[in-house]
């Protein structure tokens, strides 16, 4: 009982409930492939639906991604390379398999085009604005503070630790904007506070420009030669 007290000190709650046999077998399973306790992965299930996982406006995006991925792990259990069965090889780690699913990726958003012909001034920032959004995600994933408790975290804080959490070594492996993924948190160590305020408001930039104020793009400047000054002592620590 002392060795279950150490390894969860946050733990004084506990929820009687009532399940199904076929959830309490799923969860079983569940728990097996994490490595977690039963109790452990319901707790770790919850705190998934708990989280902000794509609900309200953007349940629509969430759907189609869930379609997406659940497509290509079918499409790729079937999927022959070479005549030989692929099932034990994944899309991120095969280049063949990458190519056929991101075809996949754009053969279904193609399904979903809307009718009519795009408009350039629905695109302020031009073709760099969608690299930039997933460069952005993909950055603040692999730099969320992982200490944080559950119940200290906000629901964007939350997601970031799932992603982290669930995407693992694929969230390190691009590097974005020219640093790699240890350098990015050894920047946000170092520059947490700057890094607090310029990430709300370059993201405030990146998605509603008309919005932000000439005070805040002042401010978005001042911080960046902030962030660069910090590069810069980051960069000579690595060599």
């Not at 709650?13 to 452990?40: D, F, Y």
């Not at 799932?162 to 694929?170: E, H, I, N, S, V």
């Not at 948190?185 to 310029?198: M, Q, S």
């Amino acid at each position: 009982m002392a060795s279950r007290a150490k390894n969860y000190p946050h733990k004084s709650s506990v929820l009687h409930v009532r399940i199904q046999p076929t959830t309490l077998s799923e969860l079983k399973k569940a728990a097996a492939a994490s490595g977690r306790t039963t109790s452990a992965e319901a707790e770790h299930q919850l705190h998934r639906a708990l989280s902000d996982l794509g609900g309200g406006s953007a349940s629509k995006t969430a759907a189609v991604m869930a379609m997406i991925a659940k497509s290509i792990d079918g499409f790729l259990d079937i999927k022959e390379k070479y005549g030989k069965p692929v099932r034990v090889k994944k899309w991120w780690d095969d280049p063949y398999l990458f190519d056929q699913s991101a075809q996949l990726v754009v053969a279904a958003l193609e399904m979903l085009r809307p009718l009519g012909e795009p408009s350039p001034e629905g695109e302020p920032l031009g073709e760099r604005s969608a690299r930039f959004a997933i460069e952005s995600v993909v950055r603040e994933i692999r730099t969320a503070d992982l200490s944080v408790p559950f119940r200290e975290q906000k629901p964007y804080q939350r997601w970031l630790t799932l992603m982290r959490q669930d995407l693992g070594p694929l969230a390190d492996r691009p590097a974005i904007w020219g640093r790699a993924a240890d350098e990015e948190r050894g920047l946000r160590a170092l520059a947490k506070p700057v890094l607090d305020e310029y990430i709300p408001l370059s993201r405030k930039m990146a998605e509603t420009p008309d919005k932000i104020s000439p005070a805040e793009k002042r401010r978005l400047k001042e911080l960046k030669r902030e962030l660069a000054a910090v590069r810069e002592t980051v960069g000579g620590k690595k060599s």
